[in-house]
Structure formats: C-alpha cells, structure tokens
C-alpha cells in the first residue's frame, strides 16, 4: 500500500541538540508538506517542497530545516534555535504543488528531556 | 490572513444519532474545503471535501454543505458508529490551507 511513513514515533532531545525526522513517501507524489500540532490549536505549516531541491519556509519556519534530495524523502531537522520544540509533527503529501495535503503521515511525537 | 474557527471543541452523541461541526471562515476568497479525522496517536485522513461552486456533497454517512454567503461550511454525520470517534479538522483553502483548532467527537455506545 501506497502511504506516507515517519519514524521515529516518539523522539526526545536535549538541550542544544538538533534532532531530525525522517519522512519518506512512495505515492510518488510531487509536494511535501511538515506541520506542527499542538493541543487545541489547527496544524500549522512549517515548511513544503513542491518539487525536489525545491523548498519554501511556511508560518512557523524558525528553528527548522529541511532539505528535498529525493522525491521520495522530506526530512525535518529541529534545530537548538527552536525554543519550544515540544509538540506532534506532521509529514504530508499531495500529488502536486497545489499546497492542499492529501494524504498525512502518523506523526512524529518531540519531547524535551 | 485567513482564520478558520471551528465549534463545538468537543462533542458527545449516542451511537445512531446526527453529528454536525461547523466552521466559520474570514477570507471571502476561499475556494476549497476540507475536512479531516485524526484517530488517536495517527495523522489526519481527508475523508470529504467540497469546492466553492457547490453547495453539498454527500458520501455515504457524511455530508459537507457550504454557505459562502454567510463564509460557513458544515460536516455532518448521520447514524454515528463508536469508530466515528476521533477529531475532525476542518480547513479553508486560499493560495495557503488553513485549519480549524479541530472538534474531537465520542460517539457513546
């Protein structure tokens, strides 16, 4: 089955550490989308990539990175620069840059030790 | 900007009965619709959607309506299931998507 895979499930960084999460996709589908999710609140962007080697910061970019080397893969690297870091991240995907997410990955739960 | 609220923020029916969430929407300019189940511990799964050149659309067990006039849209689910447990998104497309804080719903058997 075709789907949207993030790992870890649950993550935990120290203080000044960078930590980054894994999204892989095979829909062969050409944007790539991260949000965060907070309690109470709607996702909010963080990055997306419509194309490979292509990628535009979303609301909430400060402190992330990413990077689009293959069509496939769409990492996110939370960086010591981003305060609050605690929160549920959001791989998605949509079969082309129209930035309306079709399909959503399971998340990825950061937790500061 | 474009901001999405969403009502109620929790809900609670008896298995076999209706359940509606709606969402009011600021951004007159909104042209797509969808909305969202998040079951506890996944991501978000789109289970309808609506565009702006129509009124309703129904698939099965839920149905979307859309009042542009009024900048509101409606998802309602008929004879609910223990599995409709979960919290649903609504979000507001213009050029960005933008999410409702979401409606989680306990359907009690």
């Known amino acids: 089955d075709g789907g949207i895979t993030q790992s870890p499930k649950y993550l935990f960084r120290k203080e000044g550490q960078n930590v980054t999460l894994s999204c892989e996709q095979n829909?062969?589908?050409?944007?790539m989308y991260w949000y965060r999710q907070d309690p109470g609140q709607g996702l909010r962007l963080i990055y997306y990539?419509?194309?490979?080697?292509?990628?535009q910061k979303g609301d909430i970019a400060e402190g992330y990175s990413v990077s689009r080397e293959k069509k496939e893969s769409f990492p996110l690297t939370v960086t010591s620069a981003q305060k609050n870091p605690t929160a549920f991240y959001l791989c998605?995907?949509?079969?082309?840059?129209?930035?309306?997410?079709?399909?959503f990955g399971d998340g990825t739960r950061l937790s500061i030790l | 900007g474009e901001n999405v609220e969403q009502h109620p923020s929790t809900l609670s029916v008896q298995e076999g009965d209706s359940a509606v969430i709606k969402c009011t929407y600021s951004?007159?300019?909104?042209?797509?619709f969808p909305w969202y189940k998040q079951e506890l511990g996944k991501g978000p799964q789109l289970i309808i959607d609506?565009?702006?050149?129509?009124g309703e659309k129904k698939d099965q067990r839920i149905a979307v309506t859309l009042n542009k006039t009024a900048k509101h849209f409606s998802l309602h689910i008929t004879e609910t299931q223990p599995e409709d447990s979960a919290v649903y998104f609504c979000?507001?497309?213009?050029?960005?998507?933008?999410f409702g804080a979401g409606t989680r719903l306990t359907v009690k058997p």
């Open positions: 998605a995907s949509s079969r082309t840059g129209d930035r309306q997410p079709q399909h």
């Open positions: 979000a507001a497309f213009n050029n960005d998507m933008r």
């Open positions: 990539s419509q194309i490979v080697n292509d990628f």
């Open positions: 829909l062969n589908h050409d944007a």
């Open positions: 951004d007159s300019a909104s042209n797509y």
């Open positions: 609506i565009r702006s050149n129509v």
